[in-house]
């Protein structure tokens, strides 16, 4: 699979051959592949195909086991994040290692390996912002800012040391469309000056819009390379995942509301100091048979909502939260559960699964309410792994065996065992953040199918996610969620992208007036 | 050039490896500093760590040592899995015995085999009133119980000595501050005839196996392992974290409690002012030895048993200080905390930096 010699420059990287396993999975497998100076080169892939692995081996945080790294034409040895960012090669991670209680500025200074005055730093980061005219204050606290000028901290900290070549490990699974467009136009920017740009994403309308080469992997090997420009985003799916995609199947005769199951009712709650969102008289329903979208920026109080609904934070008065019209605002997570209301937090690890845990461990977390798991406090091992089989099976989870620590599974197959894992408990009303955050385009459209027919069977679905795209395939009705407030939910026919992605951005500043959208 | 490097994922080989390395740097740094001070470090090493384990009379010392520190890190270790500092069991213990003792002389003129069992109750009882006192006030009010549980054991210890020097004090005991001495029934009976052996030894190896089986079998022992992993996990798997502090400091405190008690009723057969030995610091040793793990704790426990029992000998045949046993000890928390460095990370030899 090498590429044929470039004749005009060096690659700005070069792989060789490159493998790597772990216990029980090789993650990559003799992969080959080559960057030119300022190309926006798109890695893709299933979940579990080893993009973050092959990424992070560039990046030095992992080593490979075998195979060759050349940069600019040199072979090179990448010990170290440091090593690699001396070689000029730049990450960004998805989860922004920053400091909430500090400036952008005093992040930015801890992150860099040398130390530069203050005053000199500033000069230099205000340079960044204005040539890239990337919108971000440095004394702003990391707080009060949303993800998007989060992300941007991070982008620019990667600048500020000149690099040849960026990485980005799913950037955008969390920002707005309007934050996506603004993301772009700086990476070309970015690109246009000669660095180059290794972009992960599972969302391939991006990858069209953005990437001029794409490098497919699947079970850790090359399996194509191709043009997104000139691919469909449906053939670049069925060339990740080998098969043919399916498309969602929609009930015949859906759309018709059934009582409620949830309802919520002015229900207050004061975020948890110092960075939370207050809940302000939050009143809506679900019914039986429908699913309800939340759209809105992160940190409007999304978050917050969840555990108000899941009972791991308690609303004040019984009946602001009702199922099935008893009142279970006092109840807590476990009994909420057991009356049949479940809820999936956007966090993964640490939260919804315990990650030093098996899988088989992790379903007694949260199946044992509503399963014969553990009657009388013994666990019984048999059915836990019986549960945890199951779920591995119905949702396609790729593991290295049956101990595999939850840990050590890819994020997206993660996240399809914890979807599944509520899904299987087939319960009364669902709360879900971001179902498919991270998530391949082939499991995605299995976790939304899972979705609609649990609604179908008769439950009340919420789903809470920024992915306005996904909102509007799945929902039958839509709110926003902005600064701890929800609107009226309103049908979902007849809504308009762009209008939800203003009201949503409404918060930052941007005009509520729906102008002719230029997005 | 050497340089530490982060392991991708805890090394399962050093996790068991890693405490007999310190065991082995333990011996080796005390064979040094005994011979750098004069003595034959050789053999004060040998008398310490090798012949309580080749002389067969030396085993059921070994025993009747092991027991009061299995039950105690047992309980200290359940608590450590949760992220509950107790650090106080010497002062649960110290209660313990005392509560025990006070069934004890009340019953001082009967007879009957449920006397011993009535001790051992209160035994628990005492030392888990002891640790509640923690438990509130990390519950209630967000106290450290690391700070607690420790300054409580000074008060208990204090406690003690009023006891026997005062109210409790034999008065035909020639002014000497100690209780009466327990009758046959208050006296725990030995495993086999003429053995030294009592039957708290063999209860102390139960009690880690039902330990085991608690903590991996049960939603109890669950619950214990995921609000000490992952307390956001835990509140959303519907586990109530103070319920957890509440329920492992009540164990921990019950546990040293009891081991408190058979100390009193076996060995001991009274209570004097030397009865506070330290077992409940020790244990703590124990406890990080033994990797958490019940059964882990129960070679650990021999490990520091060998300790005290080596120092013994060592103190009549090398004439070493009887101060020596415990800086053994320290210096085996000391190695143990070092090495498990390497369970996290590994040094690697680099040839140069590019
Ligand atoms: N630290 C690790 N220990 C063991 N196995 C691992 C580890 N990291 C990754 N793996 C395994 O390597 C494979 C590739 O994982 P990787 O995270 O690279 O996938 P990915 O393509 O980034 O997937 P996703 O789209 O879900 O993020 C998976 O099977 C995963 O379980
Ligand atoms: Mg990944």
Sequence with gaps: MTQPPDQTAPSRLALAHVSKS??????????????????????????????STLVKIIYGVQRADEGGISFDGRPVEIASPKAARKLGIGMVFQHFSLFDGMTVLENIALGLDETVPAEELKARIRAILDSYSLPLDPDREVHTLSVGERQRIEIVRCLLQKPKLLIMDEPTSVLTPQEVERLFETLRQIAREGCSILYISHKLHEIKALCEAATILRGGKVVATCDPRIETTRRMAELMIGAELKHLQRPSGGGKAGA???SVDKLDMPGEPPFGTSLKGVSFSAQAGEILGIAGVAGNGQAELLMALSGEHLAGQPDAIRLDGRPIGLANAGARRAAGLACVPEERNGHAAVPEFTLAENVVLTARHRLPLAPSGLIRQGPVEAYAKDVIARFDVRITGPGALAGSLSGGNL???IMGREIGQKPDVLVVAQPTWGVDAGAAAAIRQALVDLAAQGSAIVVISQDLDELLELSDRLCVINEGRLSQARPVAGLKLEEIGLMMGGVHG???????AHV | MFEWRRRREPSKAMLYLSPLIAIGLTMLTGMLVFGAIGYDGLRAVTAIFVTPLIEPQRWADLGVKAAPL??????LAIGFRANVWNIGAEGQYVMGAIAGTGVALLTHDMTGWWILPAMALAGIAGGAAWAALPALLKVRLQVSEILTSLMLTYVAVQFLYYLVRGPWKDPD????????????????PAVAEGSLVHVGVPLAV??????????????????????????????HGGFDANRVTWSVLLAGGGLAGLAGLLEAAG?????????????????IIVAFLGRLSPVGIVFAALVLAVTYVGGEIAQSTVRLPSAATGMFQALLLFFLLATDVLVRWRLAFRARPA
């Design chain 1, 22 to 51: 772990f216990p029980g999975v090789k993650a990559n497998q003799d992969i080959s592949l080559s960057v030119r100076p300022g190309e926006i080169h798109a890695l893709l892939g299933e979940n579990g195909a080893g993009k």
């Design chain 1, 415 to 417: 996240q399809k065992f």
């Design chain 2, 267 to 283: 060995p001991f057969g009274q209570l004097t002012p030397q009865f506070p030995v330290g077992y409940g610091f020790t244990a």
């Design chain 2, 173 to 188: 005991g020639f002014n000497f501050p100690q209780t009466k001495m327990f009758s046959t029934s208050q006296t725990l």
């Design chain 2, 70 to 75: 299995i039950m105690i890190a047992l309980g």
């Design chain 2, 206 to 235: 139960v009690l880690a196996l039902v330990a085991w089986f608690v903590l991996s079998k049960t939603v109890a022992g669950y619950a214990v392992r995921v609000v000490g992993r992952a307390p956001a996990a835990a509140r």
């Design chain 1, 510 to 516: 941007e005009s509520h007036v729906a102008e002719p």
């Design chain 1, 260 to 262: 409620a199951r949830l």
